[in-house]
């Protein structure tokens, strides 16, 4: 067995839980009548439209297919018309390519649609593709390229994680993936660990989820290959690095990644599709998503058609827009907030938050008094305000050496800056000032 870099435990922050929805059952919404889908909801090269308007689609049709390795095909999540090819502001404000489908209210499924044969890895992997499967913690990063095997001179791969930290705020919807898809998460994590010839599994679950933790447990006796480890709950508890630490005792390389410590990590709710796609073959076309914060009138976790514009979900389950400070997608701490109500769900949604001015509370940006916060409380080591001042000074060189680029961009260093200062976001432009420069 190859020697890997030990890690000590990350402790991280205390966030106040917030897990309100924590028993509210998976409810269904009056779907929309028009979907409008963007075509690449991924990191990676964007997928390429196969719809054109006028085009008759079903749910699970594919309408824009994967153009490399690094790519994830996208499909309908209603059955019904192709109205538009059109461009949206993403949330980035990059323009983002989308087909606007017009629902018939049926429903229908492709006719095409069938459980893949999968017999190893190099089949698990195409079937994984092929669903359009993306990191559904919110990462979007394709989770096919997560089950290769490791290039030459590798290690190689021995562990699967299992990520039901689900240490932000709010947010539950893993929870329910746990207590509502756990036959379906059983099947995907063996289905894992079979085919891609994984030793052992560790799911990591916060201990404020003492359900989810029973369940597990019944579902993975003691002294099987796949151990149930309650973690304690701090932030960011979720974050990759973070959880293969204090999962299995492995250092992530600085600047590599988590194959480079033998370990695969895949989202519970991830893993759990994988476990239904195999078994029925409907592609990724919906979403769990909880709904929460002060002006949301009927909190709770939904299950969603991709594309469902976001205004229709808050109507559908009562809001009150006038008392909404900030709308975010996902969660408080690494969400992203919304210019308009009118943004489509997204496959890597999991949260959608509509916070009053109470919840978010108003704070003077103060300067800078050197407390060193920040730097204390960073999971990944790094500097923020030597980092900042590289930034001021445009020193390029400084801001690598100073592994900007490792920033997971988590907000634990805003959230104990005393001053209130925007850490997280000079951290983000340090990141964006190396990368237009050709670094990384």
């Not at 096919?144 to 190689?156: C, D, F, S, T, Y």
Request: with cysteine; glycine share 10%; net charge neutral.
């Amino acid at each position: 067995m190859p020697t890997f870099i030990s890690a000590p435990r990350v402790r991280g922050i205390s966030v106040p839980h917030r897990k309100h929805t924590d028993d509210s059952a998976t409810a269904a919404i009056t779907p929309p009548g028009e979907v409008v889908i963007p075509l690449s909801m991924h990191i990676g090269r964007p997928a390429e439209a196969l719809v054109k308007p006028g085009d008759r689609v079903f749910v699970g049709t594919l309408i824009a297919k994967a153009t490399g390795f690094i790519s994830a095909n996208t499909h309908s999540s209603v059955s019904g018309t192709v109205k538009a090819l059109r461009e949206i502001t993403a949330s980035d404000g990059s323009a983002a390519a989308c087909a606007v489908i017009e629902s018939d209210g049926l429903f229908e499924p492709d006719p095409g649609i069938r459980p893949p044969a999968v017999t190893d890895r190099q089949s698990l992997m195409d079937a994984v593709q092929a669903s359009g499967l993306v990191g559904l913690g919110g990462a979007g990063f394709p989770t096919h390229v997560k089950l290769a095997a490791p290039a030459e001179g590798k290690p190689p791969l021995d562990i699967l994680v299992i990520n039901a930290a689900e240490c932000e705020p709010y947010i539950t919807s893993d929870n329910r993936t746990m207590l509502e898809d756990w036959e379906d998460l059983k099947a995907g994590i063996e289905a894992v660990m079979r085919h891609c010839g994984l030793r052992r599994a560790v799911i990591g679950i916060e201990r404020n989820k003492p359900r989810a933790i029973e369940k597990m447990r019944e579902l993975f006796p003691e002294k099987g290959d796949v151990e149930v480890l309650p973690l304690r709950c701090s932030y960011p508890q979720g974050a990759e690095k973070v959880l293969i630490a204090n999962a299995t005792g492995r250092a992530v390389p600085m600047g590599g990644l988590p194959a480079d410590a033998g370990v695969v990590v895949l989202n519970v709710t991830s893993a759990a599709f994988i476990g239904s796609y195999l078994r029925t073959g409907t592609p990724l076309v919906s979403k769990r998503v909880t709904v929460d914060g002060g002006a949301v009138l009927n909190p709770g976790n939904y299950r969603v058609p991709i594309g469902t514009p976001i205004s229709h979900l808050l109507s559908e389950v009562g809001w009150e827009p006038e008392r909404a400070e900030k709308l975010l997608m996902g969660g408080p701490m690494m969400g992203t907030a919304l210019y308009t109500a009118d943004y489509p769900l997204l496959k890597n949604n999991n949260a959608i938050l509509a916070l009053t001015s109470e919840e978010l509370g108003v704070y003077r940006i103060d300067p800078c008094i050197r407390c060193g916060r920040c730097a204390d409380n960073c999971p990944m080591g790094l500097s923020p305000v030597e980092i900042a001042l590289a930034l001021e000074q445009k020193d390029l060189t400084r801001m690598r050496n100073l592994f900007a680029m490792n920033c997971i961009e988590c907000g634990s260093c805003s959230f104990v800056c005393p001053a209130k200062r925007p850490v997280t976001q000079t951290m983000r432009l340090a990141k964006g000032s190396i990368r237009k420069a050709g670094g990384r």
